[in-house]
Nanobody, 126 residues
């Protein structure tokens, strides 16, 4: 079982920034698309973004376009989610997930992803 560990969450004021990390242990992320998902309090988990295994292709849901950026660092075996201009509605638990693929594009569909991290809490509040 692939192990993913998210970090970087915390409490931030509206308009602030956080950078989440998704680190892998025991395997390389280079062969995996990575997705980011958000579960707001009392709501179902929903997709946020994904990055293809090559890092060339990224995709974002409309609510975070222009504010969030996902990237990957192969040397560190880590994928990042840079979150800027945070809003209270961004509050919740953020999960990263991995799926092995040979495709050149990724999809932000949770049922496609087979390995999940434990999540990191992000709270946006004044």
């Amino acid at each position: 079982q692939l192990q993913l560990v998210e970090s970087g969450g915390g409490l931030v004021q509206p308009g602030g920034s956080l950078r989440l990390s998704c680190a892998a242990s025991g395997f390389t992320l280079d062969n995996y698309d990575i997705g980011w998902f958000h579960q707001a309090p009392g709501k179902e988990r929903e997709g946020v973004s994904c990055i293809s295994r090559t890092g060339v292709y990224t995709k974002y849901v409309d609510s975070v376009k222009g504010r969030f950026t996902t990237s990957r660092d192969s040397a560190k075996n880590t994928v990042y989610l840079q979150m800027n201009s945070l809003k209270p509605e961004d509050t919740g638990v953020y999960y990263c997930a991995a799926v092995s693929t040979v495709q050149h594009v990724c999809l932000i569909l949770d049922f496609l992803f087979s390995s999940w991290g434990q999540g990191t809490q992000v709270t946006v509040s004044s």
